[in-house]
């Protein structure tokens, strides 16, 4: 069993930054792949960015790549989003995930979810 929770959210102006964290209960984190998903009003849960094991993989959505940074430190039990240059168009509840398999952007192939931090990107 994983328990995730996140942490910095909040508001902030297009073109500033924001750092999120998701920190997980258990033993066994490093052997989880993370992803984090994000889900606007009126819009279905999208697919952000996830991170291997180990953190040699990574994979980002094509509107973040460039901007979104994964990362993790297995040693805190803690997964980031570094978020960058945002848009108002990134405004959404960000969720982190934990998965025990593969890297995948698939969301119904993740086994644990963290409740959700909101970021609302002001124009």
């Known amino acids: 069993q994983v328990q995730l929770v996140e942490s910095g959210g909040g508001l902030v102006q297009a073109g500033g930054s924001l750092r999120l964290s998701c920190a997980a209960s258990?033993?066994?984190?490093?052997?989880?792949?993370m992803g984090w998903f994000r889900q606007a009003p009126g819009k279905e849960r999208e697919f952000v960015a996830t991170?291997?094991?180990?953190?040699?993989?990574?994979y980002y959505a094509d509107s973040v790549k460039g901007r979104f940074t994964i990362s993790r430190d297995n040693a805190k039990n803690t997964v980031y989003l570094q978020m960058n240059s945002l848009k108002t168009e990134d405004t959404a509840v960000y969720s982190c995930?934990?998965?025990?398999?593969?890297?995948?952007?698939?969301?119904?192939?993740?086994?644990?979810w963290g409740q959700g931090t909101q970021v609302t990107v002001s124009s």
């Open positions: 995930a934990a998965r025990a398999g593969g890297s995948t952007r698939i969301s119904s192939q993740y086994d644990y």
């Open positions: 991170i291997s094991w180990n953190g040699g993989i990574t």
């Open positions: 258990g033993r066994t984190f490093s052997s989880y792949v």
